[in-house]
């Protein structure tokens, strides 16, 4: 690409960035709420601009080129000095507002995100926050706040420190079985690594953080089913379909079923806050940090 005056607006980095994220630019318009041709209308200006193709089209997504894949992060970092100079501008003024994009988990009982949320609400009416669910769980939560597309992330599974993630830890408690109420290890009232390599295992996704901790210290369970979502598994071992492995509260607040402990191994389920340690919160995203942090702490 030759030397050349680029005039580019930040808006056309923000459509950029929705396309790479959601694959098409119909999919892009939703996200950023504008019509179809406005997106693909300000891609196509942006090409003409850096004088290379972002792009390639084809006739179910959106694929980045070499050109688009170098664009990517210079793109996400002009985005974030603006959202960064105008945070500062509000902690001027004393007003803390902003978008705060959060990555979720499935399931958790442990920690009132609820109560969290309506407090920042109440205390900070101008924030709003994105939960973002990815399918890979803590892992997926730790790539979005490497990558910038979340501010904030709840991790759970083993208590690790990890590279580059500035870690919160919220609560503790065991992973615990869940079988049909007739099983051996129920009635036993508790149950060995050992018991269960002869057990229908239910698992979770590659990721989270529960299948984390069963890779850990029961590697040599028979997985018979993967699920992303430990309500429907918990069913499923109600149902003898297998047995599971849960966090205690998750067990406990589903009527029915009876957490069993493991007698011979510290099954610890740690849940976590977290943000990156390379790029520092926006005040927004403090905002909320020290408030679930401060519930958590409360209600704990």
């Known amino acids: 690409m030759s030397e050349r005056a680029i005039t580019m607006e930040l808006r056309q980095l923000d459509y950029f960035l929705a396309c790479c994220e959601h694959g098409t630019f119909t999919a892009a318009a939703r996200s950023m709420q504008v019509v179809q041709s406005a997106v693909s209308t300000s891609v196509a200006k942006l ?7 972002l792009f390639d089209r084809t006739p179910t997504t959106l694929v980045l080129t070499e050109a688009g894949r170098a664009v990517v992060e210079p793109a996400r970092a002009a985005v974030r000095a603006r959202a960064e100079i105008v945070d500062a501008l509000a902690a001027l003024r004393g007003d803390i507002r902003g978008d705060v994009a959060v990555g979720a988990l499935v399931n958790i009982v442990t920690i009132d995100l609820a109560e969290a949320f309506g407090a920042v609400h109440r205390r900070h009416p101008g924030v709003a926050i994105a939960m ?7 892992q997926g939560n730790i790539r ?3 990558d910038g597309t979340l501010d904030l992330a709840l991790l ?4 690790q420190e990890i590279p580059g993630i500035t870690v919160y830890r919220l609560a503790r408690e ?3 079985l869940v079988a049909h109420p007739d099983h ?8 060995a690594a050992a018991d269960l390599a002869a057990e229908r295992a239910i698992d979770y996704p590659p990721g989270w953080g529960t299948r984390a901790v069963t890779d850990k210290w029961l590697p040599h369970r028979r997985s018979v089913i993967e699920v992303a979502d430990q309500e429907f598994g918990i069913r499923l071992a109600l149902n003898d379909f297998g047995v599971t492995l849960v966090p205690w509260s998750v067990a406990h607040d589903h009527a029915g079923a009876v957490g069993v402990p493991c007698t011979d191994r510290d099954l610890d389920w740690v849940v976590s806050i977290a943000h990156s340690s390379v790029r520092s919160p926006s005040t927004a995203a403090r905002a909320v940090l020290d408030i679930v942090r401060e519930v958590t702490t409360r209600t704990a």
């Open 47 to 53: 090409e003409r601009e850096v004088g290379a193709q």
């Open 144 to 146: 979005g706040l490497r």
């Open 132 to 138: 973002r669910q990815n399918p890979q769980g803590s």
């Open 174 to 176: 065991p992973l615990v």
């Open 156 to 159: 759970g599974g083993p208590d």
């Open 184 to 191: 051996r290890l129920v009635r036993a009232g508790g149950f």
